[in-house]
């Protein structure tokens, strides 16, 4: 993760432009970007990386031939940590969204987070969303609305919220509706794509190449008919096709543990039962050391892995013994249900095809 240029550092001239207390350093050339205009636009495409634009990005489309700023995503290079530290301007040591998975020790459950749903039961967590509930906060945009009610700041989603786009095509409709309101305005916007065909098919696939020319096309079409507005492009990770190691096919290394591991298959963080850490820490650099490097969870703040800040009890609460993080194109894996088929592309590992973005910077 880069100190300097990340999605955190970007979050925070958000803050800067506004004249709003920053809770980090701010990312100097979208500093420069952001104070000439009035009208601002940030869209957040899942998963469209530096290398997935370079791979299959029309060439003359405005996502190669428009400047950018090179950042990084945040550790772990997941949705569930990328785009809260984004939306918070925080690192996810202190919002405590680590990964999709997430270990409640008061429920000893493992719950999915933004699906808010038991891990090995699949049954969903009644009433509101957990992590929102105990861990939730005012996002940048929150902060700027509150403090500007003449700056009109909307947000649009995808369907899983309620009014949002149930395609892209609606997705882009919804950001072209909104920008034909005249006047100050910010706008927040995230699409599922191109990370939800990425996981099925893989980064190399030619449907994947198709969509994101589609998607290229849609976002030329929009930025030229509002020319008078900032468009800011980024993702929240990348993506790598990965190989698997399945954790309950080594009985010898699953038994030294209380249950199946947490966060992420490329980040993941394992609770070791009491009296096997040294049988753990053997098996796993026999099996597993070539491909992961493996943190003491009291390493993680001294080596800033999530982010460059204390760790907040937010995300502490979540913490087990151990946290292995990917260095290749290799992933845990684990899955109660038989029938289920890991995926072909993952991510939250720490390869430049997963933390390297960009900020592409439209009608700047």
Not at 122 to 128: A, D, T
Not at 190 to 218: A, F, N
Not at 235 to 241: L, Q, S, V
Request: aromatic share 12%.
């Amino acid at each position: 993760m880069n100190k300097h240029s990340n999605l955190v550092t970007a979050a925070n001239s958000i803050l800067k432009r506004y004249k709003i207390e920053q809770f980090h350093p701010s990312l100097p050339g979208l500093d420069d970007a952001l104070k000439m205009h009035t009208r601002i636009v940030f869209i957040l495409f899942d998963g469209l990386s530096s290398e997935i634009i370079k791979r299959h990005a029309p060439r003359r489309s405005k996502l190669k031939t428009s400047p950018i700023i090179k950042l990084t995503s945040v550790i772990p290079a997941t949705t569930v940590a990328a785009t809260n530290a984004f939306l918070r301007g925080q690192y996810p040591a202190e919002t405590g969204y680590l990964g999709w998975t997430q270990y409640f020790s008061d429920l000893d459950r493992r719950i999915e987070v933004f699906p808010n749903k038991d891990a090995d039961t699949n049954e969903r967590i009644k009433g509101p969303n957990i992590m929102e509930k105990r861990y939730g906060g005012k996002s940048v945009f929150d902060l700027v609305a509150a403090k500007y009610p003449t700056v009109r700041v909307k947000e649009v989603w995808p369907g899983f919220r309620p009014g949002g786009a149930k395609t892209e095509k609606a997705f882009f409709n919804q950001i072209d509706e909104e920008l034909n309101i005249p006047g100050p305005k910010l706008m927040y916007c995230y699409w599922v794509e191109p990370d939800s065909m990425m996981h099925v098919r893989g980064t190399k696939s030619l449907r994947v190449k198709w969509q994101i020319r589609k998607m290229s096309k849609r976002l030329d079409d929009l930025t030229n008919k509002h020319e008078d507005t900032l468009f800011v492009i980024l993702a929240d990770h990348g993506m790598k096709n990965v190989k698997y190691y399945d954790i309950s096919d080594n009985q010898p290394f699953f038994e030294t543990l209380k249950f199946p591991f947490t966060l992420e298959g490329r980040c993941a963080m394992f609770h070791v039962k009491d009296g096997q850490h040294k049988k753990f820490e053997q098996l796993f650099a026999k099996h597993y050391g070539e491909h992961f490097r493996l943190f003491k969870t009291e390493e993680l703040e001294d080596a800033q892995v999530f982010g460059y800040c204390p760790i907040s009890e937010n995300a502490s609460v979540f913490f087990g013994d151990y946290l292995a993080i990917a260095k290749d194109d290799y992933s845990f894996y684990y899955s109660s249900d038989p029938k289920k088929k890991p995926l072909v592309g993952h991510h939250a590992g720490i390869t430049p095809e997963e933390m390297n973005l960009q900020l592409t910077l439209i009608n700047n």
